[in-house]
């Protein structure tokens, strides 16, 4: 339902405004069509809601379950990410967890407080559902900030390091190894980016990860499976995510203990799960059979659950190949 479906007896050009912005408006745009006054009642008949100084959206995009809120945190993220670039005019660039959702690399909570960067020199504050993160030397122009969905937002690397601390820590990994993943950037690029924030809360850990993602893993599973189980003595130097061609199939292995022929496969918990999927894998396995690669597969549960079992079983598999 648009906005003119919900009120009666709103100025017809403030609502033509108002529909053409997707619901937002500045006042001083609104001003520049419409008397002062016609704002004003807008706003006082409850059409429209000031969310932030300067900054008017429709009324019935707010959540009315939480009044106890600030407007901005009552907004869909998106609209909110519109809503707090309006107000920064040009001085500021989403950033932390905003900018982590115009990346699309995790959605934006709504109620909590949304994030923008600006120069240490600039005038905006933090008030009551913005926190502002005033920076030296921060500029607001590639390759410190660039335009995402025709927001202003930090550049990735910048993103993803400021979110870490920010994150519950067991969805910190999650938005790091999908970007390194889909190629959004790198671990190298990562390091440079984390060099720059020497006191980052949980620096230790996200570094790491930054080591494993660079060694091939591609998972927090590979992960875990990488410092839990397929390291230490007797263990081969596995290469992880080998390329393996066959005829005109190209796949990546997980691990690869190249002289044994032999490859561990990790079967994550929300994967390999389906009919469709198994029958994948069988078809997958049976290829690289032919030429000469075992394929071994294990799955979350016992990774997590028995992983001084799975390293056994590993180890007496890679032993038997050898002899054989």
Known sequence: MGWGDTVDGVNPVLRELVERGGGLVTRVAAEQMVPAWTVQRACGDGDLVRVLPGVLVAAHLLDGRRSDLPAITRLDPSMGHRAVCAWA?????????????????????????????????????????????????????????????????????????????????????????RAVNDRMTTPDRLRTALQSVPKLTGRAVLRTLL?????????????????????????????????VCVGPRTMYLDLLAEPERVNIELDGATTHGTLREREIDLRRDALLATVGILVVRFAHRRLVYEPEEVRRETLAILAHRRTT
């Open 89 to 177: 005019q040009g001085c500021g660039a989403l950033s932390h967890l905003s900018a982590l959702d115009v990346w699309g690399l995790r959605r934006h909570v709504a109620g909590q407080p949304l994030h923008l960067s600006a120069p240490a020199e600039a005038g905006l504050r933090s008030r009551p559902g913005i926190v502002v993160h005033r920076r030296l030397g921060f500029v607001l122009e590639p390759p410190q900030v660039v335009a995402r969905r025709g927001l202003p937002v930090s550049h990735l690397d910048q993103t993803l390091v400021d979110s870490w601390p920010l994150l519950p820590l067991d969805e910190r990994p999650a938005p790091v190894v």
């Open 211 to 243: 080591t494993r993602l660079a060694e091939g893993c591609r998972s927090p599973l590979e992960i875990w499976g990488h410092e839990q189980v397929f390291t230490g003595p007797g263990m081969p130097p596995f290469r992880r995510q080998a390329r």
